[in-house]
């Protein structure tokens, strides 16, 4: 158990709608990263928070958005879902965002969009 | 950007015995790290080992070791005594160094390793 929490574990929705998910990070962790599993892209980066502020973003579609809240806990929310959004959705946190902080991944959660 | 490439889609190999998984990488900075990251069936994304590459030594973890060759930037993970467990996803990552770099964890594709009894 890595301490990182996600929910919630699977999501099952239809094209269109629009799903948040949630992150806890370890406690005391202030960074919290998205990462995005898919079989044809594999995992990629998706955005980075720090202690509420956005750090850096990746390949994230103008559909998603996050954010990280007071309590540092962040939502990913994903919307006007197609069906090439299905995939596993990590959220990593890390100590701080300074020269090495290993990033602790929490179990994912599996988004299936039919 | 920095990009990592894994060329073995899949692997396997007997219980107990060795494996080495490849990975090779390309950037432009001279400080930065790099890990192996396990993917059991469970999906749980797990840090195997890293090397910091800074350190010419390389970094070894009970089982788990790399040979690290910054200038022809490749990252190999040998794995000794194979067991039944290490069967799993393996990814190769990068990430950079730099208090101004991105912290993102730039991912190879993964090695699906099969372990026969």
């Known amino acids: 158990d890595s301490g990182v929490t996600q929910t919630p574990k699977h999501l099952i929705t239809a094209t269109g709608q629009r799903v948040t998910l949630r992150c806890s990070p370890r406690s005391g962790d202030l960074s919290v990263y998205w990462y995005q599993q898919s079989l044809d892209q594999g995992l990629q980066f998706l955005i980075h928070?720090?202690?509420?502020?956005?750090?850096a973003k990746g390949n994230i579609l103008e559909r998603f958005s996050a954010q990280q809240f007071p309590d540092l806990h962040s939502e990913l929310n994903l919307s006007s879902l197609e069906l090439g959004d299905s995939a596993l959705y990590f959220c990593?946190?890390?100590?701080?965002?300074?020269?090495?902080?290993?990033?602790?991944f929490g179990p994912g959660t599996r988004l299936t969009v039919l | 950007a920095q990009t990592v490439t894994q060329s073995q889609p899949e692997m396997s190999v007997q219980e107990a015995e060795t494996v080495t998984l490849s990975c090779t990488y390309d950037?432009?900075?001279?400080?930065?790290?790099l890990f192996w990251y396990k993917q059991p069936p469970s999906r749980q994304m797990i840090l195997v080992i890293r090397q910091e590459a800074y350190k010419q030594q390389n970094a070894t973890e009970n089982r788990f070791s790399v040979n690290f060759q910054k200038a022809a930037k490749s990252f190999s993970l040998k794995i000794s005594d194979s067991q039944l467990g290490d069967a799993a996803m393996y990814f190769c990552?990068?990430?950079?160094?730099?208090?101004?770099?991105?912290?993102?964890?730039?991912f190879g594709q993964g090695t699906r390793l099969t372990i026969n009894p």
């Open positions: 990552a990068y990430r950079s160094a730099s208090p101004q770099g991105a912290q993102k964890l730039v």
């Open positions: 990593a946190s890390s100590v701080a965002d300074g020269r090495y902080n290993e990033q602790f």
């Open positions: 928070y720090y202690n509420g502020e956005e750090r």
């Open positions: 950037t432009s900075e001279s400080d930065y790290y």
